[in-house]
């Protein structure tokens, strides 16, 4: 998983609120467990529409209640592999943004005026660590789990949380072998 420190560059607008995992990513993709492959069939159906344009932009910027829906992890790996880096939006569905975080994909929510504001500024900056949003000369913050804030800064996704505690593993496997209780703490 990428580190994400800074996202900074055009802005997507979706102004839509209410947007379904099933449109972000339609049932009929879902047939790969690989988390590459999918971004050609974001909003696959709304693609066919005419006038459809969304340009493949690190942030997106879309409506409340966004990812909500079945708990399809395909979502975000859709979201990610079609060029998003963040979606700012009022809200999300709980399952949606912990799937996001775990890929790598940030998810931001600010109030409402914000993202409309956001919506017509055409660029705007997410800085993860100073945990703002910067756009047409503003500074909007936004608040994030200290632990999912520690797991996008160093790019560690599951896997990458276990192995770094590789060390405090082997000495919990090490002492478990040794005749007695255990003693070590982790």
């Known amino acids: 998983m990428e580190a994400i420190?800074?996202?900074?560059?055009?802005?997507?607008?979706?102004?839509?609120?209410?947007?379904?995992?099933?449109?972000?990513i339609p049932?009929?993709?879902?047939?790969?467990?690989?988390?590459?492959?999918?971004g050609e069939f974001l909003f696959y159906d709304w693609a066919k529409e005419p006038?459809?344009?969304?340009p493949s932009n690190p942030v997106l910027v879309t409506g409340a209640n966004f990812g909500c829906g079945s708990s399809r992890e395909h979502a975000p790996w859709?979201?990610?592999?079609?060029?998003?880096?963040?979606?700012?939006?009022?809200?999300?569905?709980?399952i949606f943004y912990s799937n996001c975080?775990?890929?790598?994909?940030?998810?931001?929510?600010?109030?409402?005026?914000?993202?409309?504001?956001?919506?017509?500024a055409g660029e705007a900056e997410v800085d993860l660590d100073a945990q703002v949003v910067r756009f047409d000369g503003r500074e909007v913050a936004?608040?994030?789990?200290?632990?999912?804030?520690?797991r996008l800064l160093n790019g560690l996704d599951d896997i990458g949380v276990t192995l770094s505690n590789a060390g405090a593993i082997d000495d919990y496997?090490?002492?478990?072998?040794?005749?007695g209780p255990v003693t070590t703490a982790l």
């Open 78 to 94: 859709a979201l990610e592999d079609y060029g998003f880096r963040a979606v700012i939006a009022p809200s999300f569905a709980d």
């Open 101 to 120: 975080t775990k890929v790598g994909l940030l998810p931001v929510v600010l109030p409402e005026e914000d993202v409309r504001a956001l919506m017509s």
């Open 173 to 179: 496997e090490r002492e478990r072998e040794r005749p």
């Open 51 to 54: 006038g459809w344009d969304l």
């Open 5 to 24: 420190t800074r996202i900074q560059g055009a802005v997507s607008v979706l102004d839509r609120s209410d947007v379904d995992t099933d449109q972000i």
């Open 142 to 150: 936004f608040e994030i789990d200290a632990e999912i804030k520690h």
């Open 27 to 38: 049932k009929q993709f879902l047939k790969r467990v690989e988390r590459t492959g999918f």
